[in-house]
């Protein structure tokens, strides 16, 4: 089967990383509403998040996205859960 870039493609890769930013912002809320500080919790929080994330670029490189457009997204999402932290925390 061949790899068309198409615009549903691009609209479900903007979906899944409106879903990793809301899942990421879920963690943070959920860290400082219970207030747990403690080590174990937290790295299993923050493994599972990176797991997700894992398999979702996976996924998007399988679909045929090039490394450069991945990249971008990244560097967004990064840039855009930086700036949410450092606002409210």
Known sequence: ME????GTSY????IASIGMLLLAFGLLEYISLVGSTSTS???????????????IYH??????????????KSGLLILSLLIF???FY
Do not use: D
């Not at 609209?11 to 903007?14: A, S």
């Not at 996924?59 to 971008?72: A, C, P, Q, T």
């Open 11 to 14: 609209m479900y890769m903007i």
């Open 41 to 55: 919790s937290f790295l299993l929080t923050f493994a599972g998040f990176l797991i997700l994330v894992h398999y």
């Open 3 to 6: 790899n068309k870039k198409t």
């Open 59 to 72: 996924l998007e490189k399988k679909m045929g996205f090039s490394n450069k457009v991945i990249w971008i």
């Open 85 to 87: 932290t450092y606002t």
